[in-house]
Structures are given as structure tokens and as C-alpha cells.
Nanobody
Framework: QLQLVESGGGLVQAGGSLRLSCAAS????????MAWFRQAPGKEREMAAG????????YYADVVKGRFTISRDNAKNMVYLQMNSLKPADTAVYFC?????????????????WGQGTQVTVSS
């Protein structure tokens, strides 16, 4: 089983930055496409960013393009999300997820493994 643990969330003022980390154990991350989803209160879970197993394909939601950067280090079994120019609308619980398909899919239903989530709160 693949286990995922997120860290790096917190409270930040608008315009600030945070770096989320996702540590994997149990299996090698290089076998999976990886993504960061987020879910705000009362809203559906949405993909903020995703990266294919070798990093050749990257997806960003329109609302985070130019502000967020996803990266992975398969040797360290880590995935990261650098978030800059944060806005109050970015406030959500952020989840790291893994998809065995290895390509890059965007529906949360297609992701088999999930972390517990980390809260990101952006104050205005």
C-alpha cells in the first residue's frame, strides 16, 4: 500500500507563499501520476495541479496558473506544491493523491491513494 503524508500548510496573508510537501512510503512514487487536489468548505474537490510519473506532463487549474508550481523528486519519494501570490480564494484543505495510471487524469474519482490533507488558510 502507498501511504501519503502532506505537510506545509498553515495561515498566510494574501500575497504570501507556502510550500506543501507530500511524503510517500510503502511503494515508489515513480509508479504513479501525482496530484494536489483542494477542497474548500461547501465545494467539490478539485485538482489544483498534477504531474505525470516522469514529470513530462503537468496540469494546472486555470485559477492557479502562473502562481503554483508542482514538482516531484522520485528518488526521495516526494511531491511538492509551491504556492505564490496566494489569495483568500485559495483557502482550502489540500490533498496529495496518487493515480496508478501514470498518465495525468484530472478527476478525483480516478485517484486511488490519498493523504489526510493539510489546511491552507489565506487571510485578506
Amino acid at each position: 500500500q502507498l501511504q501519503l503524508v502532506e505537510s506545509g500548510g498553515g495561515l498566510v496573508q494574501a500575497g504570501g507563499s507556502l510550500r506543501l510537501s507530500c511524503a510517500a512510503s510503502g511503494r515508489t512514487l515513480s509508479d504513479y501520476a501525482m496530484a494536489w487536489f483542494r477542497q474548500a468548505p461547501g465545494k467539490e474537490r478539485e485538482m489544483a495541479a498534477g504531474i505525470s510519473w516522469r514529470g513530462g506532463r503537468i496540469y494546472y487549474a486555470d485559477v492557479v496558473k502562473g502562481r503554483f508550481t508542482i514538482s516531484r523528486d522520485n528518488a526521495k519519494n516526494m511531491v511538492y506544491l509551491q504556492m505564490n501570490s496566494l489569495k483568500p480564494a485559495d483557502t482550502a484543505v489540500y490533498f496529495c493523491a496518487a493515480d496508478r495510471d501514470m498518465t495525468l487524469r484530472t478527476s478525483p474519482d480516478q485517484y486511488e491513494y490519498w493523504g489526510q490533507g493539510t489546511q491552507v488558510t489565506v487571510s485578506s
